[in-house]
Every structure is written in structure tokens, then in C-alpha cells.
């Protein structure tokens, strides 16, 4: 299966900071998707990016696909952005999403 | 309707109990998905029901058992487990090439 590798693990930023997380991935996709999952347990969908470079107001994303990595933006970062930060690649066929360990984000007031 | 229900969001249950997480989607998606996920660590696929194929993570012990009675429709019999089940399960849906839609999860504790 495609082995995904997520930098850093975890992350402190103060309120207002930006932030770039990355995603490393082991084989070709058919497609990558970045969820934030809030301290409930609830993953909200940010991006489906499976190439290119996608923004949604502060969040932005570039994937590239040939050099098997995605990175998630976070601009001017605010408390509520606090959580885990997880990329999902998919390879081919009915596989499922493969999670990667995600990234603890921490914004302090 | 962009929204996966899951049922119930808490469940309790001693090892000899025989019990079921619903889930359910309207948006039209052909895929759906059952997720483990431990204390700090990510999402583990468990099964896939695609296109009325079923394709188990074979891993995954016979003490789960999916059953999709519908396209809208994904439940997951739990049947003799043990503590070490206990966890948040999580439902997913996916119509072809678009994101997927995840369920608020059902942490289920065995007791």
C-alpha cells in the first residue's frame, strides 16, 4: 500500500502566524485529500487536490503529483485552527484512503 | 445534502453483547467506508462497499462484520469484542472522483 509521511508532527504557532505543512507519498494517486479533525473526532474535508494548487480563504494547498508530495498553507492562524491536520492519498481502484500519522497543530492566544 | 449520519454517536458494551453502528448517506455515492481510529493515531480502513462490491482489510477480525442493506445504507455488526476494540469508528461516503464525506463517529467502548 502507499506509505505517507507527514512533517512536522507536531507544530505551537502563536495566534497570527503562518504555517506550511507537508505530505510525503510513496506511489502514484489517483487523488489527496487534507482533513482537519477537531478535538470531537469530527474530519472535515479542506482540500480534494489530487494536482495543482487549490486556496479556500486562509487555507491553500499545492499538490505535485510527479514529485509524490502535497503542502497544506496556513495563513494568520486563529485558536480554532487548533487540531490535527491529516493527508489522505488514494491509489488506484475501490482502496480507500490511506491516512498519514497527521500533524498536531497547537495555536496559542 | 452533504451529510454522512452516523448512529450512535456513544455505545457501551460488554463483550458477550451483540450490537450495531448505522450509517447512512443521501448524496447519491456508490462507495462507503468503515474507519478505525485509536487515541492518537490516524484512521484505519476496515472495509469498503463499492459499487455493491465488498472489500474487507484483512486484518480486520470476523468479530466485525459489515452489511450494506441498500446503496444509502452501511452498518457493522459487533459481535464478542474485546476491550481492545474500543475505539471512535468512523463512516465514510465517496461518489467517484470528489472528496470524501466523513460521519461524527461512534465511540464505542467495551467493557
Known amino acids: 500500500g502507499i506509505q505517507v509521511e507527514q512533517s512536522p508532527p507536531d507544530l505551537i504557532l502563536q495566534e497570527g502566524a503562518n504555517s506550511t505543512l507537508r505530505c510525503n507519498f510513496s506511489?502514484?494517486?489517483?487523488?489527496l485529500q487534507w482533513f482537519h479533525q477537531n478535538p470531537w473526532g469530527q474530519l472535515i474535508n479542506l482540500f480534494y487536490i489530487p494536482s495543482g494548487t487549490k486556496q479556500n480563504g486562509r487555507l491553500s494547498a499545492t499538490t505535485v503529483a510527479t514529485e509524490r508530495y502535497s503542502l497544506l498553507y496556513i495563513s494568520s492562524s486563529q485558536t480554532t485552527d487548533s487540531g490535527v491536520y491529516f493527508c489522505?492519498?488514494?491509489?488506484?481502484?475501490?482502496?480507500?484512503?490511506?491516512f498519514g500519522k497527521g500533524t498536531h497543530l497547537i495555536i496559542q492566544p | 445534502d452533504t451529510e454522512v449520519t452516523q448512529t450512535p454517536k456513544h455505545l457501551v458494551m460488554g463483550m458477550t453483547n451483540k450490537k450495531s453502528l448505522k450509517c447512512e448517506q443521501h448524496?447519491?455515492?456508490?462507495?462507503m467506508y468503515w474507519y478505525k481510529q485509536k487515541a492518537k493515531k490516524p484512521p484505519e480502513l476496515m472495509f469498503v462497499y463499492s459499487y455493491e462490491k465488498l472489500s474487507i482489510n484483512e486484518s480486520v477480525p470476523s468479530r466485525f462484520s459489515p452489511e450494506c442493506p441498500n446503496s444509502s445504507l452501511l452498518n457493522l455488526h459487533l459481535h464478542a469484542l474485546q476491550p481492545e476494540d474500543s475505539a471512535l469508528y468512523l463512516c465514510a461516503s465517496q461518489g467517484g472522483e470528489t472528496e470524501a464525506f466523513f460521519g461524527q463517529g461512534t465511540r464505542l467502548t467495551v467493557v
Open positions: 448524496m447519491g455515492h456508490r462507495a
Open positions: 506511489d502514484s494517486v489517483n487523488n
Open positions: 489522505a492519498p488514494e491509489g488506484g481502484g475501490a482502496d480507500g484512503l490511506t
